[in-house]
């Protein structure tokens, strides 16, 4: 089968198509991939951001398809049309297997594109949301979301604003200001070098009960400057770069919480796992504009989908279409 793989680490450039053998039908779940998303983790593991990967690594973390081979008492089927998401490496291939506590049943209204398109950004959501940040429903104050027209910034902001939060949403382009505006936040340019002064001013003089960064190194002194008293800074991403170690003092000064999930902890109960995936499918149905602008490049054009990843211009999710759905 054609797999995805680095045998160095670098530019797009240094992915090729290699021709290896098919996973072994034994202790694992084997999945025809339909479809296949792509993350910055994708991103990260390629330029050698990430330490302790062995090469050559074939690349992607998320993907929806059906069941090819099914270990006997595994609970699954030939057949079954699933998905899975930071439970597994290796998506961008023609087959892959997981282990059957890592994967989720599509519901019957959920193509496998949208589940390939969804299922990472949901779960991720679910987690800062549900799990770290604990936000209950008819919850007040602000929240400011880094990096909010990128997809898992439009499912935080999605959750946030259904629970009667308040939220600032950092963007870099008019458009996706444009769009997030349209779903009731309240944008700013995160190319602003004073966007820390324009959100306290935004919040009335207030500080924010939780922050939400994505960017790190670059933004972390800003995201702290902009926390209320008790509030919550959860970092769940480094595009600008790992963030340093925070002085305790400095927490101490509000009583502040800092948080660093990562989403693989999160997922290795299979049945938070489900409840995750349960709220992804049931956001994504109620609103279908979650996905919005998602595009997906054959498998052959992978590199072409990495240097649009790393462009930072398109909104919506990238995906690669590897044996497609009927």
């Known amino acids: 089968m ?20 098919a996973p072994a039908q034994d202790r ?10 792509i993350n910055y983790v994708d991103a990260y593991q390629r330029t050698g951001r990430y330490p302790g990967i062995v090469l050559p690594l074939t690349l992607g973390i998320e993907a929806a398809g059906r069941v090819a081979y099914a270990p006997p008492d595994s609970g699954w089927r030939t ?20 282990p059957a506590e890592g994967l989720v ?32 429903q008819g919850s007040h104050g602000w929240a400011i979301v880094h990096a909010g027209g990128g997809g898992v910034g439009r499912w935080l902001i999605h959750a946030l604003l259904l629970h009667g939060v308040d939220v600032i949403a950092l ?14 936040a309240l944008p700013l340019d995160s ?9 306290q001013e935004r919040m009335g003089g207030l500080r924010a009960q939780w922050v939400f960064d994505s960017v790190g190194a670059a933004t972390v002194d800003g995201s702290l400057s902009c926390l209320a008293e008790c509030g919550h800074l959860i970092v769940y991403g480094a595009a600008s770069g790992q963030v340093p170690p925070i002085d305790a003092a400095r ?11 990562v989403l693989p902890h999160y997922l290795r109960n299979p049945q938070q796992l489900a409840l995750g995936a349960d709220w992804t499918f049931a956001a994504l149905l109620a609103r279908p504009a979650l996905m919005d602008g998602a595009t997906a490049f054959p498998l052959a054009e992978i590199h072409a989908a990495h240097h649009s990843l790393e462009s930072r211009q398109r909104q919506g999710k990238l995906l690669l279409e590897v044996g497609g759905e009927p």
């Open 2 to 21: 054609q797999a995805a793989r680095i045998h160095q680490h670098g530019t797009p450039d240094v992915i090729v198509l290699d021709d290896v053998p």
């Open 28 to 37: 694992h779940v084997v999945i025809d991939v339909a479809y296949a998303g």
């Open 79 to 98: 057949g079954e049309r699933v998905a899975f998401a930071a439970t597994a490496q290796g998506a961008h291939a023609e087959q892959v297997a997981v």
């Open 105 to 136: 049943r599509l519901p019957e209204r959920v193509a496998l594109r949208e589940a390939a398109a969804t299922l990472e950004h949901g779960l991720t959501a679910y987690m800062l949301f549900h799990r770290v940040a604990r936000i209950a």
């Open 171 to 184: 963007a870099s382009t008019t458009a996706k200001r444009a769009a997030l505006a349209q779903m009731g």
């Open 191 to 199: 190319t602003d070098p004073a966007w820390p002064d324009l959100a």
């Open 251 to 261: 927490l101490m000064q509000r009583s502040a919480t800092f948080s660093r999930p």
